[in-house]
């Protein structure tokens, strides 16, 4: 990325205190994080170290309790900005076909809200099954979500994030409760919709293979209070694939990984010569 | 479908029974008619006193189904106003949990007080008998939204109406079926009360006269059809709700009707 270009995500000396009174929770301690346009970045880290609330700060879900969260240089929530999600329960409506559901964002988001009744049928149609087909999915949009498996049901609400063309897209370890194949199909997948589209990517998850394969960073992070403590980069060439995280460059990244975890769930001398 | 088929000649059979053991007992036991008389001499009745019941159903049906519909609405807008908002269920709930417990044939009297005897005091009292488990399915149903979906649509900037619409009420749809299936039983119970207490027409009020002439068939005659027009309208309700929902209740399964 280009280091001059303004950040596209921006928290500076954010902190989230959850609940009020004496029965507060520090989430997150000061945190600063810079992703730039179109760059795809993983968080790791222990569960409960705040990722997931990273995500929500970003995508204006909640408030922070301190600093400022910048998104295409305006305070979050004032700008315009298209935001996809997708989470571990893909959350589908089961009422609506696997199509109506991946349509559900063009129904809300503008500009596509206003035009949603007149291309409901046609053009946006297109577009869903274009989507549904890139991902393995052609020819079930039709199907209700209960005939579904769950790597099918996950690669829909992938769709689902995707269909409105978000600049940022928030994936909160949307393949966590896949078996190890489909989660590596869907890493390609999810590749080639990155690098075909280029939104800007924010990946939580627990799979250090996961955050190395798809990340062009990797941001590991320590509990109590939240915070990152390590920024690595990852430049093996794109597109990736899964021999290649065999190779020992990709190896010695993991267990790298790794051990900034474990020694972030350590009591804090150990954490402190890591970071 | 030859399965479907063996289940309602089954519970066919089971309701013939029903009734054939009830005439049996009656013939054995010598029981007289004015304590319980036999279903042949109630279908009888039934069938003789037709042209002076028929009235009277229809006014019961029509009571009960103004009623019912305006529960309906009334109930689905406090739901929905109960099930969206913090403050609507802390003060709705309560109130309408203390409204629900008073015996409704306490109300009658009030509502004939206000409105005089007849058709109007009929009506609201099975407005209210159906109101209460429509409000509280629907409520429940609304606030029963998983928070990552909500997260979801939140994201995408979505609107309180734009969730209430495209989340909120289609999740509602199957609780508010299942109200309504209990609540239309409870109208007909709420119009036959206040039919019988202030009212000259319906077969709550037929029932009431009957008994006071002990024409005991006749009583049972005006049950039978209370209990007809029940089941009649749970069965349309039960057709509906499987076409509206069915994804509620995925593949496939015969259900009532
Ligand atoms: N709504 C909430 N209310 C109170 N505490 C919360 C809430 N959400 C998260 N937390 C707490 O904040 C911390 C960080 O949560 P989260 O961001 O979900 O962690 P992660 O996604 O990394 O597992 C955890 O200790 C969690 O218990
Ligand atoms: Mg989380």
Partial sequence: MNEDAPPFV????????YGHGDRTVEALGTTN?????????ALVGPSGCGKSTILKLVTGLIPASAGWVFVAQREVGAEPVRVGMAFQNPTLLPWLTIRQNVMLPLKIVPPFRQQYRAKKKTEFRDRADALLEQVGLAGFGDKFPWQLSGGMLQRASLCRALIHDPQLLMLDEPFGALDQFTREELWAILQDLWLTRRPTVLLVTHDLKEAGYLANR??????????????????????RTIEMTYEPGFVS????LRELIVSARAPDAAVESAA | MTYALRRRLNSAAVIIGFFVVWELACVIFHIKEIVLPRPSQVFETLWLQAPAIWPHTVQTLYTTLVGFALGIISGVLLGVLIGSSRLAYDTGYPLLIGFSSIPKVAVVPIFVLWFGAG??????????????????????????????????????????LDILFNVGLPRAMPYFFASLKVSVT???????????????????????????????????????VLALLGVGLYAIFSLIEGRVIGWARRKDDAGFA
Avoid: W, Y
């Fill in chain 1, 33 to 41: 994080l810079k992703v730039g346009k179109g760059d795809f970045v």
């Fill in chain 2, 186 to 224: 409870l109208a007909f119970v709420g119009t036959v009360i206040a039919e019988t207490v202030a009212s000259n027409q319906g077969i709550g009020n037929l029932m009431m006269i009957a008994s006071s002439s002990f024409d005991v068939p006749l009583v049972f005659a005006g049950l039978l």
């Fill in chain 1, 10 to 17: 921006h928290l500076q000396d954010v902190r989230l205190t």
């Fill in chain 1, 218 to 239: 990797v941001c590991v992070m320590r509990a109590r209070p939240g915070r990152i403590v390590e920024d690595c980069a990852v430049d093996f060439v794109r597109p």
């Fill in chain 1, 253 to 256: 990244l993991t267990q790298r």
């Fill in chain 2, 119 to 160: 058709t109007v005091p009929a009506v609201l009292t099975a407005m209210i008998m159906s109101l209460f488990p429509i409000v509280v399915n629907v409520a429940t149903g609304l606030a029963t939204t998983e928070p990552e979906l909500e997260d979801v649509m939140k994201a995408l900037r979505a609107t309180k």
